[in-house]
């Protein structure tokens, strides 16, 4: 068990084409977006476990003594195994909850008790710990929040407990893990999303681990290689939607217009591999302005093709609105219905135009990020690199 404390970091996601389609077999590409989830990890020798999430006001405590004299048979030894519904069941036990508990902040603490559990449980003991989670992520937005909070707990988990080594030990102020360990904490985070998603694609989390954009098709996931970072506004209507209901309708539309909606599928599938090749051309030989100019062409026809599908909305409508006034190109990211935009900014908008069609958006009740997409994967920090700002957040936990 590592002595020092850990501070860790790992990305959101955005969906920059391919939604809806994906679910029809057609390819999407998922990217990093530079909105993060932070973990502080400091271990102790008080004989306690916390776990403190402030977004979701979590608050919780456990005797170490008492977690270890609980019959934690339930959770298979040896390599990574999916959390079955019976172990489910066994950590709400454990937790406190009630059956039927479904809400965000009891989730967040089953998973954690999940990872720490099964990852700790191979120590002599379990350790003493204060876990601390901070995010610039809003949570249920489709922004992957869940899976930065899994990787995050997996990555910090996995090393203190000395399952995988701590990169910083050679030095630097922000560091990644080898290949084989980013791949063990993937695999462990994706067991922390299934507790409370029951059966994700695992695309998010791999965002996560990963960074940078990654394409998905039929199961399979392959990474770009070292897509750029283009900097977009994120945009959150805060108009709630249910994604169920939505890919239900998309899959309704497509039995009673076959001829139409099965091309439209196709055309969105054309859209991400244009999108892919123009990646590919901007990270061999830099950032031209037509390429650009590609980029927010693919953006209005995708949007279309998404209001064809009858998962636009009239939030999203204004939203596209709002930024074309300013030359800008929008459209919308995840399941639609309201939900998230996205919109490029080229690098040839100025401060001024960013700063004017934030302002705009906030008049209409919209929260509004500056980022950017493409962001580097589940990071190791040294407390004296981060900003101020989120220091000051981490250490007020």
């Known amino acids: 068990m590592l002595s020092e404390g850990l501070l860790v970091s790992a990305p959101g996601k955005v969906i920059l084409h391919g939604e809806h389609a994906v679910v029809h077999g057609k390819v999407a590409l998922a990217v990093a977006v530079n909105l993060r989830t932070f973990l502080r990890l400091q271990p102790r020798n008080n004989g306690k476990v916390s776990l403190r999430l402030p977004n979701i006001g979590v608050k919780r405590d456990w005797e170490v003594a008492k977690l270890q004299q609980l019959d934690t048979s339930f959770l298979e030894p040896g390599d990574v195994a999916a959390p079955t519904p019976e172990q489910v069941e066994k950590l709400k036990e454990m937790a406190g909850f009630p059956e039927d508990c479904k809400g965000s902040e009891h989730l967040a603490v089953l998973a954690f008790l999940y990872l720490y559990l099964s990852i700790g449980r191979k120590q002599s003991t379990l350790p003493s710990l204060d876990v601390s989670v901070w995010s610039?992520?809003?949570?249920?937005?489709?922004?992957?929040?869940?899976?930065?909070?899994?990787?995050?707990?997996?990555?910090?988990?996995?090393?203190?407990?000395?399952?995988?080594?701590?990169?910083?030990r050679d030095g630097g102020h922000a560091s990644r893990w080898a290949t084989e360990d980013l791949e063990f904490i993937n695999k462990w985070a994706f067991q922390g999303?299934?507790?409370?998603?029951?059966?994700?694609?695992?695309?998010?989390?791999?965002?996560?681990?990963?960074?940078?954009a990654l394409r998905y098709q039929r199961g399979q996931m392959t990474p770009l290689?070292?897509?750029?970072?283009?900097?977009?506004?994120?945009?959150?209507?805060?108009?709630?939607?249910?994604?169920?209901?939505?890919?239900?309708?998309?899959?309704?539309?497509?039995?009673?217009f076959p001829k139409i909606v099965a091309p439209l599928l196709d055309s969105m599938d054309a859209i991400s591999l244009e999108c892919e090749r123009?990646?590919?051309?901007?990270?061999?030989?830099?950032?031209?302005?037509?390429?650009?100019?590609?980029?927010?062409?693919?953006?209005?026809?995708?949007?279309?093709?998404?209001?064809?599908?009858?998962?636009?909305?009239?939030?999203?409508?204004?939203?596209?609105?709002?930024?074309?006034?300013?030359?800008?190109?929008?459209?919308?990211?995840?399941?639609?219905?309201?939900?998230?935009?996205?919109t490029?900014?080229?690098?040839?908008?100025?401060?001024?135009?960013?700063?004017?069609?934030?302002?705009?958006?906030?008049?209409?009740?919209?929260?509004?990020?500056?980022?950017?997409?493409?962001?580097?994967?589940?990071s190791i920090h040294q407390a004296a690199s981060l900003d101020a700002a989120i220091r000051q957040a981490l250490n007020g936990l």
């Open 136 to 168: 610039e992520l809003p949570t249920g937005a489709g922004l992957g929040s869940s899976a930065a909070y899994a990787v995050c707990l997996a990555a910090a988990l996995l090393t203190a407990c000395e399952e995988i080594p701590n990169p910083l």
């Open 193 to 212: 999303e299934r507790v409370i998603h029951g059966n994700p694609s695992g695309v998010d989390n791999a965002v996560s681990t990963w960074g940078g």
């Open 225 to 256: 290689q070292r897509p750029p970072a283009l900097k977009i506004l994120l945009t959150n209507t805060q108009v709630p939607r249910s994604t169920k209901a939505l890919v239900a309708n998309v899959r309704s539309r497509l039995i009673k």
């Open 278 to 342: 123009v990646l590919g051309e901007m990270t061999e030989a830099g950032l031209a302005p037509e390429q650009y100019l590609i980029l927010e062409e693919l953006i209005d026809m995708n949007q279309h093709h998404l209001n064809a599908l009858g998962v636009g909305h009239t939030s999203l409508d204004q939203l596209c609105q709002v930024t074309g006034a300013q030359g800008l190109h929008s459209k919308l990211t995840g399941a639609g219905g309201g939900g998230c935009g996205i």
């Open 344 to 378: 490029l900014l080229r690098p040839d908008v100025g401060q001024p135009t960013v700063e004017a069609t934030k302002q705009a958006l906030a008049s209409c009740g919209f929260d509004c990020w500056e980022t950017s997409i493409g962001a580097p994967g589940v």
